[in-house]
């Protein structure tokens, strides 16, 4: 879309305005917009309902009582793995969070054509905003499952547990990487928002979500895929981290190849960075 | 003084494609007119620099890239070819309301806004009362503002607007909304932007108020800067363009800005408002002197005496007084050609209050049968009364009061 080198050439000359000073108000302002968006997102998810915040909360409650009781006490799948319960309550929150963030993130600047016509500020902020939005709901659930579900599933922590942080990180640089990639080509391509759902129906097998990874085992090839995929190595680091050691680290199973879902993680960054970075000049023309 | 806003030969095209296709089936079945386009010529080569502190109007029909410069200027659009560079701060805001969600209260929205402004939580913490005090909504600031009327959305936005901080200001057509008393709250604003020296970029429709508060201004036609300078130059030839159209659009009390005739056998050649120092002025205060000047030249033969006559409407059309030279009795001798000289109208105490008002200045025989010159609206000029007092006029009356 954004062609030709008179683009580059033409780039607003900030030089004047480069002190350090100004630079810091500029980056504090923006802060300051990335947090109002999030936050209003956040609100605007709850706005009008009789319980509106109480939701946040209530939903995943609600939702892992059901996992609880068809998982645990009508199903018993799973049986031969520890906690299965938890561990699939985990790979859900986690999944979720890919879920809605991507999406939200997606229509994040589609859907604010209004204010990119109207105003100038670095177009990454709503993007980053829409993924902040649903970072909120995914740290509301798995406070949830820490102080519910550990105490009934005896859950042991370990300097294994050391590891979440990191975890949760990079399925947030995985996310924001797709995002970037996602908001910005969904502006000019809107069969994308198709595509990316049904390619969701398709990940939640593929990110072994609803089955233990070990369920694999006889297929070795596609457990190779399966675990080249960032967010089932994500989801399978996190049950070990968090739920019980008796699921291996991914990176004990897969050996060098652990270096695939990582790789995978940067480089959807940098090409969704640049990707972005590229087709952002056109936004406010073509919204 | 240095330049506040550089903007070097600025080019800005716009590539409509014939057919614009967002579906992949779209693309794959229209392969080949997928790519047709056409160019439409926003902005091309556009030069100028505004020094620090400036009031710079830019006027031009629907479609002459007027909003297209600004959005430039604001780093909203990328120009195809030159550059814009700027010094200082920007507001970022073109339009009032920007980031508006009708389905949160006031008092969240003007966080929301005032974020896109640059302002941040805690500076919000401290104005968020004076805003929605001086928006006038104090009995509403929880509601949603889905049911607020759009004037009250208008009185919000603009009260968050102007809480920006920055030295350059863009702004579109804020005075094409709300009523005459929200614009009379612009001017107010526009003349303490000017008092604090701070460079503001106004693009408007809006003649008087280009006349009344610009430096300068920039006339743009069909992308192209067709002129550059003062406002009563600038504007009169935008009239001179407009024409056609203007005669149309004139009805009702006066006419159009800047509408002249007569046989000038007597000829204004210049109107100025004066204060009492006899500086020119545009903006006077409640209570002040105004003095008006107006230059004649005799051109040709006049049968008889002549009259002055003034004429001061508000910009809404209300005309409130028309003072007059053979009224007051003086008498303007007969002169011969080639002579001139100049009459001059003194108010020792202005009474009217907060609004703005245009000057019309004609030049009659003494049966007033016979215009030699009348030009209409000929100089704009603003009152403010610092007790914003509501009315029209101070009647300059005295009290009484006897209890019993």
Redesign the interface.
């Given at each position: 879309m954004a062609t030709s080198a008179?683009?580059s050439?033409?780039?607003?000359?900030?030089?004047?305005?480069d002190s350090s000073a100004?630079r810091r108000?500029?980056l504090?302002?923006y802060v300051?917009?990335t947090?109002?968006?999030a936050v209003?997102s956040f609100?605007?998810k709850y706005?009008?309902s009789v319980l509106g915040y109480l939701w946040s909360l209530f939903k995943p409650t609600m939702n892992f009582a059901i996992l609880y009781v068809i998982f645990d006490k009508l199903l018993h799948i799973g049986k031969g793995t520890d906690n299965f319960v938890l561990q699939l309550l985990v790979a859900i929150v986690l999944f979720t969070f890919f879920q809605e963030a991507t999406i939200s993130a997606m229509n994040s600047i589609a859907s604010a054509g209004?204010?990119?016509?109207?105003?100038?500020?670095p177009r990454v902020i709503l993007v980053v905003a829409a993924t902040l939005s649903s970072v909120m709901t995914f740290l509301i659930n798995m406070v949830l499952i820490i102080v519910i579900a550990a105490p009934i599933h005896h859950l042991s922590f370990g300097w294994r547990t050391l590891a979440v942080p990191l975890l949760v990180i990079e399925l947030y640089a995985l996310v924001l990487g797709l995002s970037l990639l996602l908001s910005s080509l969904f502006v000019?391509?809107?069969?994308l928002g198709h595509i990316w759902e049904i390619s969701m129906q398709l990940l939640v097998y593929g990110s072994a979500v609803m089955f233990p990874l070990s369920l694999l085992d006889k297929h070795p090839t596609l457990k190779m895929a399966v675990s080249a995929n960032p967010v089932a190595q994500i989801i399978e680091d996190m049950r070990h981290a968090l739920v019980t050691p008796k699921v291996p680290w991914t990176v004990d199973v897969m050996g060098w190849a652990y270096a695939a879902p990582l790789a995978l993680v940067v480089v959807l960054c940098a090409v969704g960075w640049y990707v972005f970075h590229r087709l952002t000049?056109?936004f406010?023309?073509f919204l | 003084m240095s330049a506040a806003i550089t903007c070097a030969g600025v080019s800005k095209r716009f590539r409509i494609p014939l057919d614009r296709s967002t579906t992949l089936k779209y693309r794959v079945t229209h392969l080949r007119s997928a790519g047709r386009y056409y160019d439409l010529h926003a902005l091309e080569d556009v030069s100028f620099e505004v020094p620090e502190g400036e009031f710079l109007g830019i006027i031009g029909h629907n479609g002459s890239g007027k909003s297209t410069l600004l959005k430039v200027l604001s780093r909203i659009y990328t120009p195809d070819l030159g550059s814009v560079s700027l010094s200082g701060n920007v507001s970022p805001f073109l339009e009032l309301g920007v980031g508006f969600n009708p389905e949160l209260t006031a008092r969240e929205n003007v966080y929301l806004n005032g974020a896109v402004l640059g302002l941040t939580h805690a500076e919000l913490d401290r104005r968020i009362d004076g805003i929605i005090e001086f928006a006038e909504l104090e009995n509403f600031a929880d509601q949603k503002l889905k049911n607020y009327s759009s004037g009250m959305q208008v009185r919000l936005a603009f009260s968050v607007a102007i809480q920006a901080d920055a030295q350059i200001l863009l702004m579109d057509e804020v005075l094409a909304v709300g009523d005459a008393r929200f614009q009379e709250k612009c001017f107010d604003v526009f003349a303490r932007y000017k008092r604090e020296g701070r460079t503001v970029v106004l693009v408007t429709h809006d003649i008087s108020a280009v006349s009344l508060y610009c430096d300068r201004v920039l006339l743009l036609d069909h992308g192209r800067l067709h002129a550059d300078g003062n406002p009563a130059e600038v504007t009169a030839l935008y009239r001179r363009m407009m024409g056609a159209v203007s005669e149309a659009e004139d009805r009702g009390q006066g006419g159009e800005v800047g509408d002249r005739w007569g046989t000038r056998e007597v000829e204004i050649t210049a109107t100025r408002l004066l204060d009492i120092d006899g500086g020119t002025h545009r903006v006077f205060s409640s209570g002040a002197p105004l003095i008006v000047e107006v230059d004649y030249a005799v051109q040709g033969d006049t049968a008889d005496d002549f009259v002055c006559l003034l004429r001061i409407d508000r910009t809404d059309g209300l005309t409130l007084s028309v003072p007059e030279t053979q009224i007051s009795r003086l008498t303007m001798n007969k002169q011969l050609p080639g002579t001139s000289g100049t009459i001059r109208y003194k108010v020792d105490a202005l009474p009217l209050l907060s609004a703005s008002y245009a000057l019309t200045v004609a030049l009659h025989d003494q049966h007033r049968g016979h215009t030699y010159d009348q030009i209409e609206r000929v100089q704009s000029f603003r009152v403010i009364d610092e007790k914003s007092r509501p009315g029209l006029v101070e009647l300059g009356g005295t009290w009484e009061a006897q209890p019993r």
């Open positions: 008179e683009t050439r033409a780039v607003p000359d900030d030089s004047a305005a100004e108000t500029a504090r302002s300051n917009l947090r109002e968006l209003s609100k605007l706005t009008g209004n204010m990119i016509r109207k105003a100038y500020f000019y391509f809107r069969d000049p056109r406010a023309e | -």
